[in-house]
């Protein structure tokens, strides 16, 4: 992976970051020595390079408590024009007080190895599989703590990292601010995944599957609302309507949900959506993820039954999958501060 990018488009966007969306982070300086006499500065790897969709939830708390927090990348080349997160490229990072790995995957093992001084710290930001990751084996011995948003999350994050040690159970950052369900008669929210692999990420089958499920909703008189992931590509959903603001939002409208389970899963069950889950023998998901379902199908023409059957899940099924609600950004970056800046 190339640091050095010195390229003219680089330039002019490092120039126009500015305080990097005003956080601060295109000038650091400094070393964690200093961590307590002013704002702590954080860097943050990701197996989705340029994923940034995962740490835009920490960005309230973060300006609140006066944290700089970026995100590292490879290079601009992924960042959208406007993207509310702070970036920066490894090479353009002048000092910092804290590296964050959500992942074990090739760029957070880089960015771990490329500032081998920096504190380290693994947060669960996203969903993994309970498989160790080959490249976690390179930082682990480094790790100060390790974070997820539930207990059934940690148990996966401590499997896929190979360790067996305390995770302090945070609870996820979507939960800070959920809206009130407000369900609109006949409204079945759609969540989509990622029907193409790229750069930024890996794609999940069973896209076929969840377009012939809502086809069949239509035809039984559903409204189609559709939470489209990030990475989605939008023209396979344009006949029904898009969500303008995310999923967890746009829950508030449904009815019920259906979708191919992922991260977003248990966030949208904290608001009180029945969940319908689009299974694929291709498909690996963790269990903590299916047990937020009130159904799954493995067929389009179950996808009528499953949603007029759905019902929401219990409080202790919700707590194991998604952790307590509420105060979760604080709690985390309260684990950061304690073991990584000031540990």
């Excluded at 070393?31 to 702590?40: E, N, Q």
Aim: proline share 9%.
């Amino acid at each position: 992976m190339k640091f050095d990018d010195k390229s003219p488009r680089l330039s002019r966007r490092s120039l126009l970051a500015g305080a990097l969306s005003g956080a601060g982070l295109a000038a650091l300086s400094g070393t964690a020595a200093y961590a307590d006499r002013r704002a702590p500065r954080v860097l943050i790897a990701t197996n989705e390079p340029w994923g940034t969709y995962h740490v835009a939830p920490l960005l309230p708390e973060a300006r609140r408590q006066g944290w700089e927090i970026a995100q590292l990348v490879p290079d601009l080349s992924g960042i959208k024009p406007g993207d509310p997160v702070p970036v920066v490229t490894p090479d353009r990072v002048q000092g910092a007080d804290l590296l964050v790995v959500t992942g074990a995957g090739d760029w957070p093992a880089e960015c771990a190895a490329r500032f081998p001084r920096l504190p380290l710290i693994a947060s669960s930001l996203a969903y993994q599989l309970p498989v160790e990751a080959p490249r976690a084996k390179e930082f682990r011995d480094r790790l100060r703590a390790i974070t997820a948003s539930s207990p059934a999350e940690a148990k996966v994050f401590d499997d896929y990292l190979g360790t067996r040690r305390p995770i302090a159970v945070v609870g996820t950052p979507q939960t800070d601010d959920l809206p009130r369900h407000a369900p609109e008669p006949g409204t079945v929210l759609v969540l989509t995944s990622v029907t193409r692999s790229s750069g930024t990420g890996g794609s999940a089958p069973g896209t076929e599957l969840l377009l012939a499920a809502a086809e069949r909703l239509t035809a039984a008189g559903k409204h189609i609302l559709v939470g489209l992931h990030p990475r989605e590509d939008r023209s396979l959903w344009e006949r029904y309507e898009i969500s303008s603001v995310p999923s967890v939002q746009a829950s508030a409208r449904a009815e019920a949900a259906i979708g191919i389970p992922g991260t977003v899963f248990p966030v949208v069950a904290a608001v009180g959506v029945p969940l319908v889950g689009c299974t694929d023998p291709r498909l690996q998901i963790p269990q903590y993820l299916l047990s937020v379902c009130s159904h799954t199908i493995t067929a389009a023409d179950e996808a009528v039954p499953a949603v007029t059957e759905a019902e929401p899940i219990s409080r202790k099924v919700l707590y194991e999958a998604v952790g307590p609600v509420g105060g979760s950004a604080r709690r985390l970056l309260k684990v950061w501060r304690k073991a990584g800046i000031r540990g």
